[in-house]
């Protein structure tokens, strides 16, 4: 079975520190792994994917994740936090083995920045 | 206009009613998808289409029926609606496999239903 869990419902930052929402995965092969962000009253934008390669994947705004197979996580990290940051952010996984693509989404993580 | 754009944006109606929610796309992906949102408990996926003659049930399609009418639309129908299918609907499409766009999805900006 495919899975994500993502332990913080909130995570609250200072405008300027560094953020990390966190994301475990469990798949029964290897993975594709995602983040998506949802800023209110909106749909989900894509942000960054892991499919092969380098372990640290950068993506949109200034966001990054490092997969870690051992841990099997894919942590989300940005160095300065802003404002306007502040959204809900999935993880969502896929096993690179299967047929039939789909994707399983985390509970979600909602970030909050404060000034 | 938006790459996803979905009918209506929100919808009040009563338990029984047969509602239809619809989802065109201008992206030309073949994949398309309907998606339930539930606070604190993230997305899960009703029904998958992969092209307009293939049609996937998710982990959650009790009560929901879809129709790929083409490839550029995808309609999500509830045929007595309750009131626990109050929720956020997004559609969302993306590139099949293989290729980099595969699973990259592109939301539309949802329909709010509430069933009272």
């Known amino acids: 079975a495919q899975s994500v869990a993502q332990p913080e419902d909130q995570v609250n930052v200072a405008e300027g520190n560094p953020l990390t929402v966190k994301c475990t995965y469990s798949?029964?092969?290897?993975?594709?792994l995602f983040w998506y962000v949802q800023y209110p009253n909106r749909g989900l934008q894509f942000l960054l994917k892991?499919?092969?390669?380098?372990?640290l994947v950068k993506g949109s705004y200034g966001f990054e994740a490092e997969f870690n197979k051992s841990q099997t996580s894919f942590h989300l990290k940005k160095p300065s936090a802003l404002v306007s940051d502040s959204a809900l952010y999935f993880c969502?996984?896929?096993?690179?083995?299967?047929?039939?693509?789909?994707?399983?989404f985390g509970r979600g993580t909602q970030l909050t920045v404060w000034p | 206009d938006a790459d996803v754009t979905q009918t209506p944006r929100n919808r009040i109606t009563k338990t029984g009613k047969r509602i239809m929610l619809e989802c065109s796309q201008t992206?030309?992906?073949?994949?398309m998808y309907w998606y339930r949102q539930d606070p604190g408990l993230g997305l899960r996926l009703i029904y998958y289409?992969?092209?307009?003659?293939?049609?996937n049930k998710g982990e959650i399609s009790d009560g929901y029926s879809v129709s790929r009418q083409a490839q550029a639309k995808f309609s999500l129908s509830l045929e007595s609606a309750i009131p626990n299918q109050t929720a956020l609907y997004f559609c969302?499409?993306?590139?099949?496999?293989?290729?980099?766009?595969?699973?990259?999805?592109?939301f539309g900006a949802g329909s709010r239903l509430t069933v009272l």
């Open positions: 969302a499409t993306s590139d099949p496999d293989p290729g980099p766009g595969a699973n990259v999805l592109t």
């Open positions: 798949v029964s092969g290897n993975p594709y």
């Open positions: 892991y499919i092969t390669g380098d372990n």
């Open positions: 969502a996984v896929r096993d690179r083995g299967s047929t039939l693509g789909r994707l399983y």
């Open positions: 992206k030309g992906h073949d994949r």
């Open positions: 289409s992969f092209d307009v003659k293939d049609i």
